[in-house]
């Protein structure tokens, strides 16, 4: 085996005693679409490995503090690129151990500390291999962070590396249910194409097919083999941004928009009292909002009543804009256009009235 060293650390005479080796496999894809082995430290990136067929080498690099370190590269023939190419990283005192193809090796120094807690990300066709030293059991934290009627975004993190290869990941599925009612199901290991990364986020999205209000709980759950075990729960809690801006007796304007969904459109119900009027979609484009600053502004909506409302005196009309099939409200609902005054309201009106004159005849005299 060929070791070359990029620094003055000592030359490694064997495998004995590293505590972690990790191999991994580069498909003839990810080799075409320049994919890459990634350890990754907050923003900084401590190792990133690339094939590039087109200079016959493997590039080995660091980023750190916005800026590329110098590029190490391992020469390879032309032929090693027409086949799926193997790397392992053997964990060393000094840092890593990179062997290609289980030939060209270097040592590529990595402070120890922070490579203890660094993460590893692997883009599309880069396979982790080697799931049969994984613990049996999945070692899989999870943490819901926004649990809302309209969708459900989760973080999972693999607190073991190894358990990342597809072989183990096969047959575990993410399962989300709502009050213990099942409402969503996923792979845990992505779509063909997708990158795999240590720590993850995943988005549930919650239509109307699923009954879900506010309060109840969302609870995201592992299923394998193993059986099935609980990750994370959270209560749904619902936050819309904007309001009724305008309301009349033939329509009521506004805006509305979930600021973890952006990009999905607001379904509203109208009511005038009790009375169902309708359902309108805020996805009207408002340049004001724009111009404001808000990155979102297609989420406007105008809705006229089926017959414009007979405001009478003494009659009371309340205009309610909730979210579809919730009791949501959003802002500046429920917005009277009018109300039911008492006589002894009058009465009250009439000598505060008088009182103001009188005070006004004092002063001009």
């Known amino acids: 085996m060929h070791r070359r ?8 005479t064997g495998m004995q005693g590293v505590p972690h080796c990790f191999t991994f496999r580069f498909a003839p894809a990810a080799i075409a679409q320049r994919g890459a082995i990634d350890l990754v430290d907050g923003r900084d990136i401590l190792l990133h490995v690339k094939p590039l ?8 690099n660091s980023y750190f503090d916005g800026r590329w370190a110098s590029e190490h590269r391992i020469p390879l023939p032309p032929e090693a690129f027409q086949l799926p190419l193997s790397c392992s990283l053997s964990v060393w005192k000094a840092g890593l151990l990179v062997t290609i193809n289980g030939e060209a090796a270097v040592e590529y120094p990595i402070d120890p500390e922070r490579l203890g807690r660094a993460e590893l990300n692997l883009s599309p066709h880069v396979e982790l291999l080697g799931a049969e030293a994984s613990p049996p059991s999945l070692a899989l934290e999870g943490e819901i962070l926004v649990a809302d009627i309209a969708h459900v975004r989760a973080r999972l993190r693999f607190l073991d590396p190894r358990q ?8 575990a599925t993410l399962l989300l249910c709502i009050d213990g009612r099942p ?26 097919e699923v009954f879900v209000t506010e309060g109840m709980e969302a609870e995201l759950l592992i299923e394998g ?5 609980s990750l994370a729960r959270r209560p749904i809690t619902s936050h819309f941004v904007g309001g009724v801006e305008h309301c009349s007796e033939t329509m009521v304007s506004g805006f509305v928009f979930n600021p973890e969904l952006p990009g999905r459109a607001v379904m509203l119900d109208i009511f005038v009292g009790d009375r169902f009027e309708g359902t309108t979609c805020a996805n009207m484009q408002r340049p004001d909002l724009k111009d404001a600053g808000l990155a979102y502004a297609a989420c406007g909506f105008r809705f006229r009543f089926r017959q414009p409302l007979l405001i009478m005196p003494g009659t009371e ?4 804009v909730r979210v579809r099939d919730t009791d949501i409200d959003i802002s500046h609902s429920a917005w009277q256009l009018s109300r039911r005054v008492t006589r002894d309201e009058v009465e009250g009106q009439k000598r505060q009235a008088l009182q103001v004159v009188s005070s006004v005849v004092k002063v001009l005299r």
């Open 317 to 320: 009309i309340v205009v309610f």
């Open 183 to 208: 409402s969503r199901t996923r792979r845990l290991l992505p779509p063909p194409g997708q990158p795999l990364t240590q720590t993850t986020e995943i988005h549930f999205e919650l239509d109307a």
């Open 164 to 171: 990342m290869a597809p072989a183990r990941l096969g047959d």
């Open 5 to 12: 060293r990029f620094t003055g650390e000592r030359r490694v």
């Open 225 to 229: 083999p193993e059986g099935r075990r």
């Open 53 to 60: 067929a087109d200079r016959l080498c493997i590039v080995l």
